[in-house]
């Protein structure tokens, strides 16, 4: 299965957030670390923040951190929050629709994949995770810049 980059973008902004537990980060630090649009990136947080995935703080010193513990924010909670369509074949057009026996097959394949990633936590990614000592540096020093303006 392939996911979308809006869905890339939230799990990298999580799994960040988990790598740097009880330390504020900000959306503009995080974005021009991971390479996001700025937009992109504060839209994400919103809809993460609005699904409990993290907790944000506005006005000066703000930013965001996890809402919840790493170890109970499953992969598949934030794949199913971020492709709410997911389907493994587009087929409006098909001929073959709708007594095509490709169907029940693939739904089986994409449950399956939920099913794998519902197995694995934010937390099990960020244990195997290491922040770059330039990225983790990078997101602090600014956060802690905002903080104190």
């Known amino acids: 299965m392939r996911l979308t980059r809006h869905t890339d973008y939230a799990l990298r902004i999580l799994l960040q957030a988990a790598t740097q537990p009880g330390e504020r980060l900000s959306i503009a630090a995080v974005a021009e670390a991971q390479g996001i649009a700025r937009n992109h990136a504060m839209k994400l947080v919103n809809e993460l923040a609005n699904a409990g995935l993290l907790a944000t703080t506005r006005g000066r010193g703000g930013?965001?951190?996890l809402g919840r513990a790493a170890d109970s924010i499953l992969i598949g909670e934030v794949v199913r929050l971020t492709e709410p369509d997911l389907q493994p074949a587009d087929c409006p057009?098909?001929?073959l629709q709708p007594a095509c026996g490709l169907i029940p097959v693939l739904d089986g394949?994409?449950?399956?994949?939920?099913?794998?990633?519902?197995?694995?936590t934010l937390a099990?990614?960020?244990?195997?995770t290491r922040l770059s000592p330039a990225l983790r540096n990078r997101?602090?020093?600014?956060?802690?810049?905002a903080a104190e303006t």
């Open 109 to 120: 394949a994409a449950e399956a994949f939920l099913a794998e990633l519902d197995r694995h």
């Open 124 to 128: 099990d990614a960020a244990r195997h």
């Open 139 to 145: 997101t602090a020093t600014e956060a802690q810049v």
């Open 63 to 65: 930013g965001f951190t």
């Open 93 to 95: 057009n098909c001929a």
